[in-house]
């Protein structure tokens, strides 16, 4: 992969282009059914392009403020300065910014739309867990993320569920407010154009959701592979995995479900189910299992015992 050191992982960028291709026929489809259904072509471009802009340009800072976290100096946090540094130099790319979360939810994050804006988020919980080499296996993970452009894809492809999911939230309001009659115009009642409305937002929503989710898995996988392969520590980034899921249980249940809307950006979920089950085709994670499993195989390949 051009412009960093990390493994290059050609599956993850096929698996990108065709995520993004196939969510930008549902986007063309998406606007065409809601002015096909009756809304007007200014509102369906305003909501589009203003989320479009939301989303892009604001996704950091929202992460960020969503965690309580905030950029750190040098000096404040010299520890986790140092182990980014060293880790930017390894994979020969240039440092993202730094930030802490103060939650005792161990985990970390990376965010933004791209290289230049990129935040990589660590909280309290996972600096005063990890050890060291877990810590820095974690973070080699998390930069992965940001080399492989994977977290520029996932804003992006996030966004369409985003609007879709906010028409059918305001649609099913409309829908119970607005009369059964027809307008003035003689065309369909504005309750039908907005449960019409609902219907296409549910359907490109639930799309959309199935498409990121399949590409998130992927994506953490490949995050493990290349921080795993970077480090030459495949171990330490088991050890992490295994001390965070288990630790996750030890958290009340209100700070995880606080910190569950960003699942999709974290190391590991704040939620997540052990073994296959309907739920697994929903998640965003791999199961712990699976991702362990494949650490061990990269221990065994690369013949150091971790």
Request: hydrophobic share 50%; aromatic share 8%; proline share 5%.
């Amino acid at each position: 992969m051009a412009g960093s050191r990390f493994i290059p992982d050609r599956g993850l960028t096929t698996r990108m282009v065709l995520t993004m291709a196939l969510l930008g026929v549902l986007y063309v489809a998406f606007v065409i059914a809601l002015v096909l259904v009756g809304m007007s072509v200014w509102l369906v471009l305003l909501i589009v392009v203003g989320f479009a802009l939301l989303q892009y340009f604001t996704s950091d800072r929202i992460a960020l403020f969503s965690m309580g976290a905030r950029e750190v100096t040098p000096e404040e946090h010299p520890d986790l300065h140092a182990v980014i540094d060293r880790l930017c130099a390894m994979a020969d790319m240039p440092k993202p910014r730094v930030a802490v979360a103060r939650t005792d939810v161990p985990n970390a994050f990376a965010a933004g739309h791209s290289r230049r804006n990129t935040v990589v988020c660590a909280t309290t919980g996972l600096l005063r867990r990890l050890e060291p080499a877990e810590l820095e296996a974690v973070l080699a993970h998390e930069l992965s993320h940001v080399a492989h452009r994977d977290v520029m894809v996932m804003t992006i492809a996030g966004f369409l569920g985003v609007v879709a999911g906010f028409l059918t939230q305001m649609g099913l309001r409309f829908a119970m407010f607005a009369g059964g009659g027809r307008d003035n115009r003689n065309g369909p009642s504005p309750a039908l154009v907005a449960l019409l409305v609902v219907a296409v937002s549910a359907v490109v929503w639930a799309l959309s959701f199935l498409l990121t989710r399949v590409l998130s898995r992927y994506r953490e996988l490949s995050a493990d592979r290349a921080a795993a392969y970077l480090t030459g520590r495949p171990s330490a980034l088991g050890s992490a995995l295994t001390k965070i899921t288990g630790d996750m249980g030890r958290i009340p249940t209100a700070d995880l479900r606080r910190a569950e809307p960003f699942n999709a950006f974290f190391f590991t979920p704040a939620f997540s189910r052990s073994g296959f089950s309907l739920g697994q085709l929903f998640a965003t994670h791999p199961p712990v299992e699976r991702r362990l499993e494949q650490l061990a195989d990269i221990s065994r390949r690369l013949g150091t015992g971790g």
